[in-house]
């Protein structure tokens, strides 16, 4: 009996540490594998996150994969646009005020109209001397409403900055004012040609 006791006692004692150890050689192995769990997921988590800070980054740029952006793209703000702004308000400001070759070619139409009427070749004083140079004024001051008309519209054709297209639509309307005065100074429709009356004359 004492030595069956004392056998299964130390059998018991035997096992109990060998139990141990496959726990823990268990408890090892699991460790093992967890953390090569996480270090394969380590990388995919990542390469994710990367993706994810691309994605944002291509959101904030607005540009795609294939480089296309979804934002508009800013106006152009070219010399060339702001020169020509400036030229089609220049422009319409001088047809609308009047310029010095207006008033050269007026002064040579009143001198040829003197000289016609000294050699005989013109009847109508008023009309050649005065009603002739008007209408010279009217037609230089509307070609320079024309060119600055042109000018603003080619610049308004295509985006351009703020003040580009403000510059340009104030030529715009300076020309399109002074290509009414013109054309009302041309056709008489602010004052007709002053005439003589007939039977007025001295002693009448």
Do not use: C
């Not at 040579?108 to 001397?129: M, P, S």
């Not at 030529?171 to 007025?200: C, Q, R, T």
């Amino acid at each position: 009996m004492g030595t069956t006791r004392t056998t299964e006692k130390r059998t018991d004692d035997e096992t109990v540490p060998a139990q141990a150890a496959a726990a823990e050689e268990e408890k090892a192995e699991g460790a093992e594998t967890a953390g090569a769990e996480a270090e394969s997921a380590e990388p995919e988590a990542v390469k994710e996150a990367g993706a994810a800070g691309q994605d944002d980054d291509n959101g904030e740029d607005g540009l795609g994969d294939d480089g296309e952006g979804t934002a508009p793209a800013p106006p152009a703000t070219g010399v060339a646009a702001g020169a020509g702004a400036v030229v089609a308000a220049g422009l319409g400001l001088a047809s609308v005020t009047g310029t010095w070759l207006g008033t050269l070619m007026a002064e040579r139409q009143t001198l040829l109209g003197q000289i016609k009427l000294q050699t005989g070749k013109a009847t109508d004083q008023i009309a050649t001397v005065y009603g002739t140079p008007w209408h010279t004024t009217a037609l230089v001051n509307g070609v320079f409403a024309v060119l600055a008309a042109i000018v603003a519209a080619v610049v308004l054709t295509r985006p351009r900055a703020p003040w580009v297209r403000a510059v340009a639509w104030a030529g715009l309307a300076l020309a399109v004012l002074g290509i009414l005065i013109s054309a009302g100074m041309y056709l008489d429709l602010f004052g007709s040609l002053p005439s003589i009356p007939k039977g007025g004359g001295p002693g009448a």
